[in-house]
C-alpha cells in the first residue's frame, strides 16, 4: 500500500509558495530585470539594490514556508492530540462499556431479584391465602364450637333442671321410703308380744303375729286394704336375715343367700285382707328355722353360739300398687319398710316379737 502523506492542503500551498519564491531568487538572481533601476532601501543606513518582484516573491515564498511549518506543527500536534484524545476516548469507552457491563449485570440481577420478589411475592399471596382460608374455617369450626357449647349449655341446664327435679323427687321418695311407718300397734300386750301391725303411709298395712299349725309354729303375715280403692298387686320381701351376737351385744350379717320375695297380682278390695302365708317358721322336722313359706331361704343359726335363746332381726318390705280408671299403668303405693325383731326360744319353741323401734 502507498504511503499516506501527512502534509494537509494548507501546509501543501505553504510548502508549493515557498519553492516558488527560492525559484524565484536564484533565477532573478541571475537574469535581473532592470539593472539601471534597482530598489533602494537606504532607510536602514545603507543603500541595498534589489528588485522588487524578487523581494515579493521572497516574501510569498517566506510566508509559504511559514504556513507550511505552522500547518505540519499543528497537523503534527493535532495528530499527537489526536492520538491521545484517541486514547482517552477508548480508554472511556472501555469504562462506558464496563458501565454498560454493570449495568446490564445490575439490570439482570434487578431482573432476577425483580422475578424472584414476583415469586416471593406470588408464594405470599398464595400462603396468605392459605393462612385466611385456614383462619376462616378455624374461625367456623369456633363458632360452631361455640354454637355446640350454648347449645349444650342450653342443654345442662335443662338436664340440672330435670336432675334437680328427680332429686326433689327421689328425696321425697326416699323419705317416703325410709321414715318409720305411720303407726304399729300391739294389740294383746298380755300375749306377750304376739301380734304387730305395721301401716305405710298411703293406708294399707300388715298383721303379724304367732301362730301354730300341725306341728309348725313361727309368725304369720296378712295384707290389709284400708283404702277406699282397691289394690291390685302386693309384694312381702324379707331382704336378710341378721343373728344376735349376746357377748357383743350387736347382730351379725345377714345368713340369707338370697331374698325371699313373694309377689302376688291379688286384688284386694277396699277393708279386704289377703290370705294369710308364714312369714318366719320353725318345722318340726328341720332343725333351723325358715323365712318364708319356701323351703329354699334357710336362718341358719352359727353353730359356735350355744345360746338358746336365738333373737333375729330380719329387713322386711312391702309393697303395694293401684290402678286408676282408663289407665294400663299401676301406680305404686308408699311402700312399708320395717326392721323387725324377734326371738325364738330353742327349749319351749316359742316366738316373741319385739316392738319396732
Same mark, same amino acid.
Given at each position: 500500500?502507498?504511503?499516506?502523506?501527512?502534509?494537509?492542503?494548507?501546509?501543501?500551498?505553504?510548502?508549493?509558495?515557498?519553492?516558488?519564491?527560492?525559484?524565484?531568487?536564484?533565477?532573478?538572481?541571475?537574469?535581473?530585470?532592470?539593472?539601471?533601476?534597482?530598489?533602494?532601501?537606504?532607510?536602514?543606513?545603507?543603500?541595498?539594490?534589489?528588485?522588487?518582484?524578487? &523581494?515579493?516573491?521572497?516574501?510569498?515564498?517566506?510566508?509559504?514556508?511559514?504556513?507550511?511549518?505552522?500547518?505540519?506543527?499543528?497537523?503534527?500536534? =493535532?495528530?499527537?492530540?489526536?492520538?491521545?484524545?484517541?486514547?482517552?476516548?477508548?480508554? $472511556?469507552?472501555?469504562?462506558?462499556?464496563?458501565?454498560?457491563?454493570?449495568?446490564?449485570?445490575?439490570?439482570?440481577?434487578?431482573?432476577?431479584?425483580?422475578?424472584? =420478589?414476583?415469586?416471593?411475592?406470588?408464594?405470599?399471596?398464595?400462603?396468605?391465602?392459605?393462612?385466611?382460608?385456614?383462619?376462616?374455617?378455624?374461625?367456623?369450626?369456633?363458632? =360452631?364450637?361455640?354454637?355446640?357449647?350454648?347449645?349444650?349449655?342450653?342443654?345442662?341446664?335443662?338436664?340440672?333442671?330435670?336432675?334437680?327435679?328427680?332429686?326433689?323427687?327421689?328425696?321425697?321418695?326416699?323419705?317416703?321410703?325410709?321414715?318409720?311407718?305411720?303407726?304399729?300397734?300391739?294389740?294383746?300386750?298380755?300375749?306377750?308380744?304376739?301380734?304387730?301391725?305395721?301401716?305405710? $303411709?298411703?293406708?294399707?298395712?300388715?298383721?303379724?303375729?304367732?301362730?301354730?299349725?300341725?306341728?309348725?309354729?313361727?309368725?304369720?303375715?296378712?295384707?290389709?286394704?284400708?283404702?277406699?280403692?282397691?289394690?291390685?298387686?302386693?309384694?312381702?320381701?324379707?331382704?336378710?336375715?341378721?343373728?344376735?351376737?349376746?357377748?357383743?351385744?350387736?347382730?351379725?350379717?345377714?345368713?340369707?343367700?338370697?331374698?325371699? &320375695?313373694?309377689?302376688?297380682? $291379688?286384688?284386694?278390695?277396699?277393708?279386704?285382707?289377703?290370705?294369710?302365708?308364714?312369714?318366719?317358721?320353725?318345722?318340726?322336722?328341720?332343725?333351723?328355722?325358715?323365712?318364708?313359706?319356701?323351703?329354699?331361704?334357710?336362718?341358719?343359726?352359727?353353730?359356735?353360739?350355744?345360746?338358746?335363746?336365738?333373737?333375729?332381726?330380719?329387713?322386711?318390705?312391702?309393697?303395694?300398687?293401684?290402678?286408676?280408671?282408663?289407665?294400663?299403668?299401676?301406680?305404686?303405693?308408699?311402700?312399708?319398710?320395717?326392721?323387725? &325383731?324377734?326371738?325364738?326360744?330353742?327349749?319351749?319353741?316359742?316366738?316373741?316379737?319385739?316392738?319396732?323401734?
Amino acid at each position: 500500500m502507498a504511503s499516506q502523506s501527512h502534509w494537509s492542503p494548507p501546509a501543501t500551498i505553504g510548502v508549493a509558495l515557498a519553492t516558488i519564491g527560492v525559484g524565484s531568487q536564484i533565477y532573478f538572481g541571475l537574469y535581473p530585470t532592470d539593472p539601471a533601476h534597482p530598489v533602494k532601501l537606504d532607510f536602514l543606513f545603507w543603500s541595498i539594490t534589489i528588485r522588487v518582484w524578487p &523581494v515579493v516573491i521572497s516574501l510569498l515564498g517566506i510566508t509559504g514556508a511559514a504556513i507550511a511549518l505552522v500547518c505540519n506543527g499543528l497537523k503534527r500536534a =493535532s495528530g499527537s492530540l489526536s492520538i491521545q484524545g484517541q486514547q482517552e476516548i477508548a480508554s $472511556q469507552e472501555n469504562e462506558i462499556n464496563k458501565l454498560a457491563l454493570e449495568l446490564a449485570a445490575s439490570e439482570n440481577a434487578l431482573l432476577k431479584n425483580d422475578a424472584t =420478589s414476583k415469586a416471593l411475592l406470588q408464594q405470599r399471596d398464595v400462603e396468605i391465602l392459605r393462612l385466611s382460608s385456614q383462619i376462616a374455617d378455624l374461625q367456623t369450626e369456633v363458632n =360452631s364450637q361455640k354454637t355446640s357449647i350454648l347449645h349444650s349449655e342450653q342443654k345442662n341446664l335443662a338436664l340440672k333442671d330435670e336432675r334437680d327435679k328427680f332429686e326433689a323427687e327421689r328425696d321425697r321418695l326416699l323419705g317416703r321410703l325410709t321414715k318409720p311407718p305411720k303407726s304399729y300397734v300391739n294389740d294383746d300386750l298380755s300375749f306377750s308380744g304376739g301380734r304387730l301391725i305395721v301401716s305405710s $303411709q298411703d293406708d294399707f298395712a300388715v298383721r303379724i303375729e304367732r301362730h301354730q299349725d300341725a306341728g309348725i309354729k313361727g309368725l304369720l303375715i296378712t295384707f290389709l286394704n284400708n283404702r277406699s280403692g282397691a289394690i291390685v298387686s302386693h309384694t312381702i320381701t324379707i331382704h336378710n336375715a341378721q343373728s344376735f351376737d349376746a357377748r357383743l351385744k350387736q347382730f351379725r350379717t345377714g345368713i340369707l343367700r338370697t331374698a325371699f &320375695v313373694d309377689k302376688r297380682s $291379688q286384688r284386694i278390695e277396699p277393708s279386704f285382707t289377703s290370705g294369710s302365708m308364714w312369714l318366719v317358721r320353725k318345722d318340726a322336722s328341720r332343725a333351723t328355722l325358715m323365712a318364708g313359706n319356701s323351703s329354699q331361704h334357710e336362718m341358719e343359726w352359727p353353730p359356735l353360739d350355744a345360746s338358746a335363746q336365738q333373737r333375729w332381726l330380719i329387713s322386711l318390705r312391702v309393697e303395694a300398687s293401684i290402678r286408676p280408671l282408663n289407665n294400663n299403668q299401676d301406680i305404686g303405693l308408699a311402700p312399708i319398710v320395717a326392721p323387725l &325383731v324377734f326371738t325364738w326360744d330353742k327349749n319351749l319353741d316359742e316366738f316373741t316379737m319385739e316392738p319396732l323401734p
